[in-house]
Each structure stands twice: as C-alpha cells, then as structure tokens.
C-alpha cells in the first residue's frame, strides 16, 4: 500500500503540472541561448511564494507586491507532506489550495515555476516527504531507490 501511494504521490505531481499547463496559453520554446515566449525572447526574473507559509487571504497582495517589484514569476515547491499527510489521503483545501494559488499567479499576468520535488529545500520539516514515508521497507531517502519507482 505504501508502495501505491508513493506512485499516487507521482501521478499527482504530474497531474498537477498539467492543470497548471492549461491555466497557462502560451508556446515557450528555447534555441539553447534563450527562452521564447510566444516568440519573444525573455529574461525572467523569479522569486518564492511558498503558499502554505501563508494564507489565502494573503496571497493576492504577496502575489503584486511581487510583480511590483519587478518578477515575472512565481517560484513555489509543491509540498508532498501537507497534500498527501497519510498514504491515498489528500489535502488541497484552505492554506493548500495550490491551483487557487496558481490562478491568482496567473490573474496577475505572472507565471509560476512549479517545484514538484519530491525534494523540498526550503527549510522545511523532513525536506517535505511525509512522516509516513519512513514506514516504507527498504526505503531510502534522496538515492535511486526502487520503493520510490514503484508502479501501483
């Protein structure tokens, strides 16, 4: 069963960065010297809004405070252990709520990278995998580990 969920936590993540892939209509291409944005050439300038270290409330004045400093985008982890607190049990609600997140991103005409991990480096509990995670036999943190390959 953990195994499954491990693979659940995957499928999520990629099914999370399609939704976001359709909130966002735009070709972006790259000719090994730039990234192009429906044709353009860019340079992006990138910042962190890591949305559960908020609330919702807050997130739309982060959001322009942050355009009007000068970002094009919105950089933000994907927190596994607050989606996914115990295995098959999701959470996107409240201070979770990523695709409310990434909508306001976008509302403000600004982009989100999103980090889908598993890893997380922003000085948080258990570098985002979740407690549960350690129960897993044979698994090993941050190595190429088959418990984490695991098709359910």
């Known amino acids: 069963m953990a195994a499954n969920s491990i693979s659940h936590c995957f499928s999520l993540s990629i099914t999370i960065l399609f939704l976001y892939l359709l909130l966002v209509h735009c070709n972006v291409t790259y000719d090994r010297k730039a990234i192009a944005i429906d044709g353009q050439k860019r340079i992006l300038f990138s910042g962190s809004i890591h949305y559960p270290r908020s609330t919702p409330e807050m997130w739309e004045g982060l959001v322009q405070k942050a355009k009007n400093g000068g970002l094009d985008v919105i950089d933000t982890y994907v927190f596994w252990n ?71």
Request: hydrophobic fraction near 35%.
């Open 82 to 152: 607050l989606h996914e607190p115990s295995p098959g049990n999701y959470n996107f609600e409240g201070r979770y709520d990523l695709v409310q997140f990434i909508k306001l991103v976008k509302k403000a005409g600004l982009y989100v990278h999103l980090r889908i991990g598993p890893y997380i480096c922003g000085e948080w509990n258990f570098g985002g995998f979740p407690v549960w995670l350690k129960y897993v036999p044979g698994i090993s943190f941050r190595t190429d580990n088959e418990p984490f390959k695991v098709k359910g």
